[in-house]
């Protein structure tokens, strides 16, 4: 079992910038990835990074302003975020466990964070 804890969120405004953390009990080499949730919204593919932080995967909707990271030996992942929007308000979620193929999907990881609020007033 594979604790992740979320950290970073917090109110900003439109054109700001914030870094979120995900830091993980134990390490695993699997891709681990940010999907956000917003209100009345199903949970979305934000962004995906293989174990050895080579391989990246971004939503259109972010390509561009935010860049996703890794540091093995703290257990940590990052989101550093730029030129926030609106649109970007919602509860960020890190997960862990997915195979490569399917990044993209939130049924492909085993494990969850609780989730951090990122909300941007316009």
């Known amino acids: 079992q594979v604790q992740l804890v979320e950290s970073g969120g917090g109110l900003v405004q439109t054109g700001d910038s914030l870094r979120l953390s995900c830091v993980a009990s134990?390490?695993?080499?699997?891709?681990m990835g940010w999907f956000r949730q917003a209100p009345g919204k199903e949970r979305e593919f934000v962004a995906a990074?293989?174990?050895?932080?080579?391989?990246?995967y971004y939503a259109d909707s972010v390509k561009g302003r935010f860049t996703i990271s890794r540091d093995n030996a703290k257990n940590t992942m990052y989101l550093q975020m730029s030129s926030l929007k609106p649109e970007d308000t919602a509860v960020y979620s890190c997960?862990?466990?997915?195979?490569?193929?399917?990044?993209?999907?939130?049924?492909?990881?085993?494990?969850w964070g609780q989730g951090t609020q990122v909300t941007v007033s316009s």
């Open positions: 997960a862990a466990g997915a195979t490569s193929g399917s990044y993209y999907l939130s049924g492909s990881y085993l494990y």
């Open positions: 134990s390490s695993g080499r699997t891709f």
């Open positions: 990074i293989s174990w050895s932080g080579s391989r990246t």
